[in-house]
């Protein structure tokens, strides 16, 4: 788990739109199972929260991050 | 009214680049874009997951300025082809909101990422 940050990583580098297919910004808001990490861990801020929320959810569907990372069937 | 969209297409890896590049003229043409459409492709690419049989996969972006009204047509040409494993339009989001970051703000904002990447 990450510490909990002071501030939004997204806002430190003032990003303004969330990428859905930067699968290694992305790839650090998901925990170790593919869930998508609780803003309460990542410190991201509510607007960000919602924009990587919908990220992620699109590069789930792309197949560009797995849904679920390390299930057996 | 136009709109600038993104497409992703998910194109069938066992595709000859030649019948994507064929594909993907016949779709744009369809759209009737404003100005050109951007392609980028980003060539064979190992999925996250298995979609059917297909571990891999085909991609290429799309970005395009164009009119709702032609979508329905586009969208339903790319549903009926099996070529297609998978397609995503959305609308680009520089549209809404403030303009995009200039190079150099892009360029600390990438110093910045990594640095942070260090420290895990």
């Known amino acids: ?7 939004c990583p997204f806002c430190e580098t003032r990003v303004r739109f969330i990428d859905y297919k930067d699968d290694r910004t992305l790839g ?9 990490l609780p803003s309460r861990l990542s410190g991201v801020c509510a607007r960000h929260q919602r924009q990587l929320s919908t990220a992620v959810k699109r590069a789930r ?3 560009i991050i797995p849904y679920i990372r390390g299930h057996q069937a | 009214m136009s709109r600038d969209y993104e497409a992703v297409y998910i194109f069938d890896s ?9 594909k993907l003229t016949r779709y744009h043409g369809m759209l009737k874009a404003d100005g050109e459409v951007k392609t980028d492709h980003w060539g064979r690419r190992q ?5 059917g049989p297909r571990e891999n996969g085909y991609y290429v972006v799309a970005r395009f300025n164009t009119d709702p009204k032609t979508l329905p047509e586009y969208e339903r040409a790319l549903k ?3 070529g297609v494993v998978r397609y995503l339009v959305t609308l ?3 549209e809404v909101g403030a303009p995009p970051m200039s190079e150099e703000e892009l360029l600390a904002a990438r110093r910045r990422e990594e640095d942070d990447e260090d420290e895990d």
Do not use: C, V, W
Request: net charge negative; hydrophobic share 40%.
């Open chain 1, 1 to 7: 788990m990450r510490r909990a940050q002071k501030s």
């Open chain 1, 28 to 36: 650090r808001f998901i925990t170790d199972h593919g869930k998508i």
């Open chain 1, 61 to 63: 569907y792309l197949a």
């Open chain 2, 14 to 22: 066992t595709l000859e680049d030649a019948a994507i590049t064929d």
């Open chain 2, 47 to 51: 999925l996250a997951y298995p979609i």
């Open chain 2, 80 to 82: 009926l082809d099996d």
């Open chain 2, 92 to 94: 680009h989001e520089n």
